[in-house]
Nanobody, 128 residues
Framework: QLQPVESGGGLVQPGGSLRLSCTAS????????VGWVRQAPGKEREGVSC????????NYADSVKGRFTISRDNAKNTVYLQMYNLKPEDTAVYYC?????????????????????WGQGTQVTVSS
């Protein structure tokens, strides 16, 4: 079972920044494309970003484009989501989701692999 572990969330004022981290035990994330998915109370799950297996391609939802940057450090087995100029509408629980393909991940906003499970997520709250 591949269960991601997310960290880095917190409470931040509008316009602030956070960096989220995703890692996993016993699996190498560099075998997978990895995306970030968020879910806010009363709203549907939304895929916000994804990075290809080799890091050569990245994808962003229109709502975060220009403000978020996804990256990976294979030596640390970690995928990051750097978030700038945070807005109240960014408030959500953020989940890391490995998959084989960024297009599939963003289309369904969940991992398709049978051995991948949801992590606990990390809470991001943007408020004055």
């Amino acid at each position: 079972q591949l269960q991601p572990v997310e960290s880095g969330g917190g409470l931040v004022q509008p316009g602030g920044s956070l960096r989220l981290s995703c890692t996993a035990s016993r699996f190498s994330l560099d075998d997978y494309a990895v995306g970030w998915v968020r879910q806010a109370p009363g709203k549907e799950r939304e895929g916000v970003s994804c990075i290809s297996r080799n890091g050569g391609n990245t994808n962003y939802a229109d709502s975060v484009k220009g403000r978020f940057t996804i990256s990976r450090d294979n030596a640390k087995n970690t995928v990051y989501l750097q978030m700038y100029n945070l807005k109240p509408e960014d408030t959500a629980v953020y989940y890391c989701a490995p998959d084989l393909d960024c297009l599939m991940l963003l289309a369904f906003s969940r991992p398709s692999l049978e051995f991948v499970s949801w992590g606990q997520g990390t809470q991001v709250t943007v408020s004055s």
